[in-house]
């Protein structure tokens, strides 16, 4: 197979504790388009700093904790599946329980940190469990959805639209 066909790698192709950079960079594309995305609403419709240093910091500010709560909660789970050599739950439940205390660290209020590692740790025994069962939490990249609103998504605003092939005026 060449390396044009490979399909590309995705976060459970290997078990927790293996490819673990493969596994981070998995998470961390999606996870710097997500920060860009909110840090740039947060520039633009919050906090309107003066000067390319403060957007620069301000950008940071926002955006490096979303990254780091993303890489905690990889590196977090792969250390104990490697460290504990079991695939289970609890190590999903340590990863998101590190991740919260990303978050705890970043509004520097511990019982913040607490409890968002409680929610997150809970949450990712929820992911873990639904994976092992099946089950799904949320549509995949391959999910078609058909638009039958009365407004579609491409509206034909043309004057001239093109009419169906089989359209005729009169019945002759």
């Known amino acids: 197979m060449s390396i044009e ?22 998470i961390l ?3 710097a388009l997500v920060a860009f995305g909110i840090s740039t609403c947060d520039v633009m419709l919050y906090s309107h700093p003066k000067g390319y240093l403060q957007t620069l910091g301000r950008y940071a500010y926002v955006g490096l904790p979303i ?14 599946a490697s460290l504990r050599k079991k695939d289970d ?18 509004s520097k209020k ?4 607490f409890n968002m590692g409680m929610f997150l740790g809970i949450f990712a025994l929820i992911k873990k469990t639904a994976v ?25 605003f043309t004057l001239t ?4 092939r089989n359209w005729t005026t009169t019945k002759s």
């Open 110 to 113: 511990p019982m913040v940190g």
């Open 89 to 106: 739950k609890l190590n999903w439940f340590l990863g998101g329980f590190a991740a919260g205390s990303v978050f705890g660290v970043w």
């Open 132 to 156: 092992e069962h099946g089950w799904t939490l949320h549509p995949g990249d391959d999910f078609k959805t058909v638009s039958r609103a009365a407004w579609p998504a491409t509206p034909d």
């Open 161 to 164: 639209a093109e009419r169906p």
């Open 29 to 31: 594309r999606p996870t």
């Open 67 to 80: 990254v780091g709560v993303s890489t905690a909660f990889v590196c977090t789970t792969n250390l104990a």
């Open 5 to 26: 066909q490979q399909k590309p790698y995705k976060y459970f192709d290997t078990p927790d504790g293996q490819d673990t950079f493969k596994k981070l960079w998995c």
